[in-house]
């Protein structure tokens, strides 16, 4: 069945994504310390798989009548009366390439592309222009999706953008020639990819939880290939596996699952999109935090030496 559009909870379910993907940043300057951006990416990876299986394998143990409710709504696709617990192999045979070809975007190309351009620009550059993912979201909506744009969503969008090129800029236009063009192209391109996966998804009627775990399923043939062609470059060094789990718990499987619940919920994207540029503000507040508590410990370690 079509889940019931309900803005304020999927407002307040984008809020809590947004405050769990700013964490993330910490992890994955832990990880690039000692490892590439390679080596994060598969195994935050199969770190993410894992975790998503277990999320289904547990929604399925507590509702085991409901355990994959909501899959098909499609008249071409409908399950039958006798066929209430389909399994994956199931599900997946329905749609085979649509699961295939999310594997692919998510999680394989998004981050190969996304690291990739922060191995070449600064992060200050860097971030910002992902962040545009979201303004090229509520955009595809429209013709993807038919949702409307009213016109406090265009001037939100307008002034999120103006907000992202002083960002960059500085509005000090000619530093913009100091720039890896490739890095900002694919920086730019990752947008395109993180917006196009999220519509794709929205057409899909599966429940969020069997969705994102079966792209992510899908994506270990590829995980393999690349692991074996670089095991030679991995170190696996113990904070780079410890912050790659954490990636892979908070940013590629349970913001996943309840940013794509979101979605669903929603009726204006582009007013859920835009919470994402709370993520800067969010990261600079527990930067802060942790920043003054580490100062305010080691004070009082200095104090009681004297």
């Known amino acids: 069945m079509e889940p019931v559009k309900d803005q304020k909870l999927a407002f ?3 809020l ?14 832990l990880a690039l310390q000692f490892s590439s951006y390679i080596e994060v990416v598969i195994l935050a990876s199969f770190s993410s798989a894992v975790i998503l299986v277990m999320i289904y394998l547990f929604q399925n143990y507590n509702q085991p009548t409901k355990a994959a409710t909501d899959i098909f709504d499609d008249t071409s696709n409908k399950i039958k009366d006798n066929d209430k617990t389909p399994s994956l192999v199931t599900i997946f ?10 594997g692919f975007l ?28 979201a303004i090229v ?12 744009l009213s016109l406090g969503d265009i001037l939100g969008l307008v ?5 992202v090129v002083i960002l960059v800029s500085g509005l000090d236009f000619r530093t913009g020639l100091m720039f890896d063009l490739a890095g900002v192209l694919l920086a730019i391109l990752s947008t395109l990819i993180w917006a196009f996966y999220w519509i794709v998804n929205v057409r899909n009627s599966a429940s969020p939880t069997t969705s994102v775990m079966l792209n992510f399923l899908c994506s270990i043939p590829w995980l393999v290939i690349m692991s074996v062609y ?14 790659s789990i954490y990636i892979g718990l908070v940013e590629m499987s349970v913001a996943f699952v309840l940013w794509l619940k979101a979605m669903q919920l929603a009726k204006s994207t582009a007013q859920i999109s835009v919470l994402i540029y709370l993520s800067p503000f969010y990261l600079w507040f527990f930067s802060t935090y942790f920043l003054v508590k580490k100062s305010i410990f080691r004070l009082s370690l200095h104090l009681l030496s004297l």
């Open 16 to 29: 809590f994504v947004v405050l769990l993907w700013s964490t993330v940043g910490t992890a994955v300057k």
């Open 12 to 14: 307040k379910i984008a």
């Open 93 to 102: 045979k329905r749609s085979p390439a649509f699961y295939l070809l999310c």
């Open 159 to 163: 002034i999120c953008y103006f907000g």
């Open 106 to 133: 998510n999680p394989i190309l998004y981050y190969l592309v996304l690291f990739a351009a922060y191995e070449r620009l600064p992060a200050q550059i860097a971030q910002p222009i992902n962040y545009t993912w």
């Open 137 to 148: 979201l509520s955009l595809l909506a429209v013709p993807f999706l038919k949702h409307k």
């Open 230 to 243: 670089y095991w030679q470059d991995f170190t696996f060094h113990p904070q780079t596996i410890a912050a």
